[in-house]
């Protein structure tokens, strides 16, 4: 069985334009401002600081938009 791994990001990065990158970067700060507090609120729910909430929001936003894709 040959099962070979391949990021969405390396598909996605054929054929990307300059409106696509700021239509992506518009709404990659729109997630991050809504992101950034509910992952807080999240931390301090759960017992931890909010710092850690911050750290795990970066690191699974960071690995989703490597490793996944939601082009649609």
Do not use: C
């Amino acid at each position: 069985m040959n099962i070979r791994f391949r990021p969405k990001l390396l598909d996605t990065l054929h054929g990307y334009e300059r409106v696509g990158f700021t239509q992506d970067l518009s709404s990659g700060i729109t997630v991050g401002v809504l992101a950034l507090p509910l992952a807080m609120a999240f931390a301090i729910a759960s017992g931890m600081s909010p710092t850690a909430g911050i750290w795990t929001a970066i690191v699974a936003g960071l690995l989703i938009s490597l490793l996944g894709g939601s082009r649609v």
